[in-house]
């Protein structure tokens, strides 16, 4: 066995121990295996080289920033230096030497003592035996890792977007849109703990999966009990990704055969370029509700957020709402300060009295109840609050676009002339 190359950012799993868990640093600094979670912070683990024998390694849990180490009491692996040590004589030594078993798995030797490292299967905890061949390592390149948005449109080679596609009673996906907006495009992805993912269909509601190399939309099976419906993304770069099917332990692919025209099929062993999947998230606005904004810039938000279809986030298209710090009013208010001695209250105007009238078609922008909590700074807005004392119960911007605040005594909006 030779000394193997591992990548920069690490994790480690235990191929023997018949689980799907990750080695992680426990706050009391001890080194273990049993972390579910494989996108988890705690289980990154930086690899950095010795300064003097590029064989050697230490190795860093990125979240706690510690180094492992054999512990000064016992035999056991901890993670608790801040800082590496190539001294080989000293007990904190953080050296260890990667020796390759297999394809992604490794042993690992600490250096100081020449002892490989083992695990207790009793603990979950590491350790290092004298006598021991050492406990095989798997480990997976933390930057190749994929986590998928939760909803997305994938673009294929040939320009179009991936779709539902009906075909002789079957349910198949073929490249053969231009709107990843349209609901035969949209996918949701649910995301396992150990990196695959399912897909389900937007337009059926159903999974896909995998049978004679094409893929159907037709599983309703709630688990991930079955391979046939998971798949492993591998990423290419920042928005461009391949799937391979747990099934066949092959990738995705277009493919045009049997009758089927640029349909999704899992049969190619390399990502050819028919398997080059760029993905796109089908962004959703986050509505926000009663926030309250205040001179330190802090935002609280009471309620949680709703996800509605949009192009634009509330945040990106009106930017002024959410920034106190902003000392000239919002730009359908000229853009100016509004002096307290200039503010009248026949700015304003009533609209008419509506029985109809219902809150549900506003859109709450900030909460305006408490006055020390100013939601727009030097504004009309606050000096109308606090010089004529309106009780308000919101701000909001109405589908056209218009400023108003809801009162107490009112069963109608009073809007901010523009």
């Keep these: 066995m030779a000394t193997t190359s591992l990548p920069r950012l690490v994790v480690f799993n235990v191929p023997k121990a018949g689980t799907n868990t990750y080695v992680y640093r426990k706050d009391d ?3 273990v295996d049993g972390e579910n979670d494989k996108f988890s912070e705690l289980v990154k683990i930086e690899v950095e080289r010795s300064k003097t ?5 230490h190795l860093r849990f990125s979240h706690k920033n510690r180094y492992w180490q054999k512990n000064a009491s016992d035999d056991s692996i901890v993670a608790v230096s801040n800082k590496p040590e190539e001294d080989t004589t000293k007990a904190s030594c953080t050296l ?12 690992l030797t600490h250096i100081q003592t020449g002892w490989r490292v083992m695990l207790n299967n009793s603990t979950g905890g590491f350790y290092v035996d004298k006598n021991s061949v050492g406990a095989p390592l798997g480990f997976v390149d933390w930057d190749t890792l994929v986590k998928l948005p939760k909803h997305v449109a994938f673009l294929g080679d040939n320009g179009r977007y991936l779709k ?31 990196g695959h993912v399912r897909i389900k269909s937007d337009l059926w509601g159903s999974y896909w999966r995998w049978a004679s190399n094409w893929i159907y939309v037709d599983s309703d099976d709630v688990t991930a009990n079955n391979k046939s419906t998971l798949f492993w993304p591998v990423k290419i770069n920042e928005n461009t990704i391949a799937l391979r099917s747990a099934g066949n332990g092959l990738f995705c692919k277009r493919l045009t055969e049997d009758g089927m025209e640029s349909c999704l099929n899992a049969g190619v062993s390399n990502i050819t370029s028919e398997a080059r999947l760029q993905v796109q ?7 926000i509700y009663n926030v309250t904004l205040d001179a ?7 309620e949680g957020s709703q996800d509605e279809a949009r192009e634009m986030s509330l945040a990106e298209s009106r930017p002024w709402l959410l920034n106190p710090a902003l000392q000239t009013a919002p730009p359908f208010l000229n853009q100016q300060p ?12 009533s609209a008419p009295s509506n029985p109809e009238f219902s809150y549900d078609s ?45 009162t107490d005594s009112s069963p109608s909006p009073v809007y901010l002339k523009i």
């Design 338 to 349: 509004v002096a307290a001695s200039d503010w009248h209250p026949s700015s304003l105007y």
């Design 281 to 287: 998230e089908l962004v959703m606005e986050r509505k």
């Design 29 to 31: 600094g001890s080194v």
């Design 362 to 406: 506003l859109e709450l922008i900030a909460d305006v109840t408490d006055v020390s909590k100013k939601p727009f700074p030097i504004t009309a807005i606050d000096q109308l609050l606090d010089r004529d004392h309106v009780g308000a119960e919101g701000v909001f911007l109405d589908d056209e676009e218009k400023v108003g605040i809801l």
């Design 96 to 107: 260890f030497e990667p020796v390759q078993q297999s394809d992604n798995v490794v042993y």
């Design 164 to 194: 539902a596609l009906g075909h002789n009673g079957f349910k198949y996906l073929q490249f053969g849109i231009d709107d990843p907006n349209d609901i035969l495009s949209g996918n949701e992805v649910s995301l396992m703990r150990d």
């Design 296 to 302: 330190s810039d802090e935002i609280e938000q009471s």
């Design 53 to 57: 024998n590029n064989e050697r390694i």
